[in-house]
């Protein structure tokens, strides 16, 4: 079992920044792939950024690139975001793949999820 904890939302003006927090427990977290989406209602979940075990392999969404940088470090990982748009309002939400080394852009690779940080950007 996998406990994931989102925290860093918030409301922030259009050009700003915010960090998100996921914070990992039960098990060691160098096991587990990890990975960042995000939601808003009506649409489906979309990816936004994963990382591997080892932080060694990184990537992000186009719509993202540049302005977002995932990473981790001990039992967290963090979403970096900058430039803030307002189309980025969305829940955020991390997620944990212990199966894979690296995992995928698509929500059902991932068998673990937490309940979520709302980031709300401002025009």
């Known amino acids: 079992q996998v406990q994931l904890v989102e925290s860093g939302g918030g409301l922030v003006q259009a050009g700003g920044s915010l960090r998100l927090s996921c914070t990992v427990s039960?098990?060691?977290?160098?096991?587990?792939?990890m990975g960042w989406f995000r939601q808003t209602p009506g649409k489906e979940r979309e990816f936004v950024a994963r990382?591997?075990?080892?932080?060694?392999n990184r990537g992000v969404a186009d719509s993202v690139r540049g302005r977002f940088t995932i990473s981790r470090d001990g039992a967290m990982m963090y979403l970096q975001m900058d430039s803030l748009k307002p189309e980025d309002t969305a829940v955020y939400y991390c997620a944990a793949d212990p199966s894979s080394y690296y995992s995928g852009t698509f929500p059902n690779r991932y068998e673990y999820w937490g309940q979520g940080t709302q980031v709300t950007v401002s025009s």
């Open positions: 039960g098990r060691t977290f160098s096991t587990v792939a």
């Open positions: 990382i591997s075990r080892t932080g060694n």
